[in-house]
């Protein structure tokens, strides 16, 4: 790690936690380059959320979730 990392990182864990906060916000967006991929997952949880408060959609829970991506992604 550089020099000028190793103080930025000195200097950052310094910070009260709602500023380290802040900033990781600002960093994990600055690296989220494809707006199209983030607006089309936006899209998709906001509808996915209009049918679980319509009913439309039923939750499933987490245990449930987990094993279906276990069955789809195993290893």
Known sequence: MSS?????QEEVLHLP???RARLLDRLITSLD???ETEAAWDS???????GLM???EE???I???IARLE???PG
């Open 33 to 35: 380059v494809d707006a």
């Open 54 to 56: 319509s009913g439309t």
């Open 17 to 19: 936690p709602a500023d």
């Open 71 to 73: 069955t789809r992604f």
């Open 44 to 50: 998709l949880a906001e509808e996915r959320e209009r």
């Open 63 to 65: 245990e449930v979730a």
């Open 59 to 61: 939750a499933v829970s």
């Open 4 to 8: 000028n990392l190793e103080a930025l």
